[in-house]
């Protein structure tokens, strides 16, 4: 099985612009979540989405928005960027059923100039 | 407030001794919790994973032992090997939310 893929891989954006990332699960997942690295904040969750909607938000503020799509693939935007956007992006699938195992793709660099 | 915690951010082992990863959870509604290695640049990989029902779970190499009255968990990598060299994070999560909180990880560095 192929697993979680995510484009772009890099990013540069400016300050004030607006991003568009891509997820694609391992087949058969159906839920999707988001995930923000930073070295100063470490992995925090973004969002989760499960047949095509929302289920759970972490803390972050409402620039950061999300969707998923009846075929499981997911897509996450943030917008009016900010230097503090710089990361990496990492997005997860799971299988609905059994244990809470997210198996996680390589993610997107995102950085903000 | 950070719930989960890997207060070792470093540690150097030697190739085929065991390698003890350390983390503490401070909400007791946590249930299920995961390891997982990550290299520069790539995705954290899942190793392994506990349910709170169990207070030890084996996968090859690597065995997580979880103490409950302690809030603690730990993994060991036994022998470690040089491939073993990276960063390792310990994740807690609640039955039911797919949201995994994380620690802040521990660079694990096998020496020859």
């Known amino acids: 099985k192929a697993g979680v893929t995510q484009t772009p891989r890099y990013l540069i954006k400016t300050r004030g612009q607006q991003v568009t990332l891509s997820c694609s699960p391992i087949?058969?997942?159906?839920?999707v979540s988001w995930y923000q690295q930073t070295p100063g904040q470490g992995l925090q969750f973004l969002f989760e989405y499960f047949s095509e909607t929302q289920r759970n938000k972490g803390n972050f503020p409402g620039r950061f928005s999300g969707r998923q799509f009846s075929n499981s693939r997911s897509e996450m935007n943030v917008s009016t960027l900010e230097l503090g956007d710089s990361a990496l992006y990492l997005c997860?699938?799971?299988?609905?059923?059994?244990?809470?195992?997210?198996?996680f793709g390589p993610g997107t660099r995102l950085t903000v100039l | 407030d950070q719930q989960v915690k890997q207060n070792s951010p470093s540690l150097s082992v030697q190739e085929g001794r065991i390698s003890i990863l350390n983390c503490d959870y401070t909400n007791s509604m946590f249930d299920y919790f995961l390891w997982y290695k990550k290299y520069p640049a790539e995705g954290p990989t899942f190793l392994i994973s506990?349910?709170?029902?169990?207070d030890k779970n084996e996968d090859g190499r690597f065995t997580v032992f979880l103490n409950k009255s302690a809030k603690h968990l730990s993994l060991h990598i036994v022998p470690s090997q040089p491939g073993d060299s990276a960063v390792y994070f310990c994740?807690?999560?609640?039955?039911?939310?797919?949201?995994?909180?994380f620690g802040q990880g521990t660079r694990l560095t096998i020496n020859p």
């Open positions: 087949s058969g997942h159906r839920s």
């Open positions: 506990i349910s709170s029902i169990k």
């Open positions: 997860a699938s799971r299988a609905l059923a059994g244990r809470n195992e997210q198996f």
């Open positions: 994740a807690a999560s609640r039955s039911g939310a797919q949201k995994l909180v």
